[in-house]
């Protein structure tokens, strides 16, 4: 069969997935990646802790390696991500808010201008909503209100007027409280000429639990005017894997791209990792995992096959 990164291409969409700069280090799962990723996203490189670890000191090394890699895969590049709570230094949390807003602008200034050019598409801010659908209680919104999040997206546009802007989170991937608070930003953003271009949603999910409003989701943000994409597709069960739940996440990963291609502007399916043993998930919820669609020896799981046959 051929690689997703070309069946996905065929259907006008994007398959990508994220790779560290260590992961460059693991030839074959590189060359894994190369076949079948058209998108890289990088898993840290890019985020503030990596990139302005001291104020005003910035260093793209690790970065430049994700590009590199990909550049030499022929990969386009996914940036994330500009404005986060998390990853984030010390020396910034602790700003007062007139220099955490100026340290704002110059992070976006700098970390899109190094990239102008090489990374397609920005999360500007990730993640900056709670549960119940009102903004998280982070110190981004502490200091500097409500306005931050458009703030942000300002200066990206102005930053690299040629890269799609995102907003990114998780659970937001079905209708509720969470993804009815993002909407509703979006629908000012779009009333009030915020630049924003697309909407993330993250989908770190659980075998079993594909929320059934998906493709409604997506679309009911597209018809707001925005591209959306998935981001961080994962769908992790309790471990040791057998043959049922590897047949449910089958078939839970065949629901993810049937959903994106029933909506004309979900422009891509992007997985965190591409195999169980470069995923994120074991280290942070103990005792799940097989969350990817390739198995721990880079062979291709019932996932993997129902990806291919839904693309
Ligand atoms: C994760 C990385 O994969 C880990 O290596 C790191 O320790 C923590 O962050 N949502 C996001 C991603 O937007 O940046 C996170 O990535 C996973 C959850």
Not at 224 to 251: F, H, N, W, Y
Request: charged letters at 20%; glycine letters at 10%; proline letters at 4%.
């Amino acid at each position: 069969a051929s690689p997703l990164r070309d069946l996905a291409a065929a259907k006008g969409r994007y398959f990508g997935n994220a790779m560290t700069a260590g992961d460059f280090n693991d030839s074959a799962y590189r060359a894994l990646s190369a076949r079948e990723a058209g998108v890289v996203t990088p898993g840290n490189e890019m985020k503030w802790d990596a990139t302005e670890p001291s104020r005003g000191s910035f260093t793209f090394t690790r970065g430049d390696q994700v590009v590199a890699g990909a550049v030499a895969a022929n990969q386009k590049v996914r940036g994330h991500t500009l404005v986060w709570h998390s990853q984030t230094p010390a020396w910034a949390q602790n700003l007062s808010a007139g220099d955490l807003r100026s340290a704002m602008v110059n992070h976006i200034n700098t970390v899109m201008g190094h990239y102008k050019g090489k990374v397609f598409a920005w999360d500007v801010v990730n993640e900056a909503f709670a549960e119940n659908g009102t903004r998280r209680q982070s110190f981004w919104q502490q200091k500097l209100g409500d306005g931050f999040i458009a703030e942000a997206f300002r200066a990206a546009r102005a930053a690299d007027p040629g890269a799609k802007l995102y907003y990114n989170d998780y659970n937001t991937d079905g209708i509720g409280a969470k993804s009815d608070g993002v909407y509703n930003m979006v629908k000012a953003f779009k009333q009030q000429g915020v630049p924003i271009d697309g909407v993330g949603f993250q989908a770190h999910l659980i075998v079993g639990q594909v929320p059934s409003s998906l493709r409604q989701n997506l679309q009911r943000f597209a018809d707001l005017g925005v591209d959306v994409a998935i981001t961080e597709l994962d769908i992790r069960m309790k471990t040791p894997s057998d043959s049922a739940k590897l047949a449910q996440q089958a078939r839970d990963y065949g629901q993810v791209v049937d959903a994106c291609l029933a909506v004309a502007r979900c422009v891509g399916i992007t997985t965190w990792g591409l195999s169980d043993n470069h995923s994120w998930i074991p280290g942070v919820f103990p005792g799940e995992g097989a969350a990817l669609p390739f198995d721990g020896n880079l062979q291709p799981k019932p996932a993997y096959n129902a990806m291919s046959t839904a693309f």
